[in-house]
């Protein structure tokens, strides 16, 4: 479970400034200003919060399937 919300709590430094990596990839790719990239990753970024929120609290959601397959 700690794995897991790991993994998508950096999901979301990699996509957040200051240190947004993605979004200096996709900046260059893209030919788009910065800033531009940024307001328009915020709302992904707000939602991917809430979902790591979520999975915090609720171990349930992230566990479910491991919990099927036998693990």
């Not at 200051?18 to 709302?43: C, H, Q, R, W, Y």
């Not at 609290?57 to 566990?63: C, G, V």
Request: charged share 10%.
């Amino acid at each position: 479970h700690f794995g897991i919300v790991m993994v998508c709590s950096l999901s979301i430094g990699f996509s957040t400034p200051p240190l947004g990596e993605n979004l200096f990839v996709a900046s260059g790719i893209s030919d788009t200003p910065l800033e531009e990239v940024t307001a328009k990753a915020m709302p992904f970024a707000l939602v991917s919060t809430l979902a790591v929120i979520l999975i915090a609290y609720i171990p349930q959601i992230a566990l479910t399937l491991p919990r099927l397959l036998g693990y």
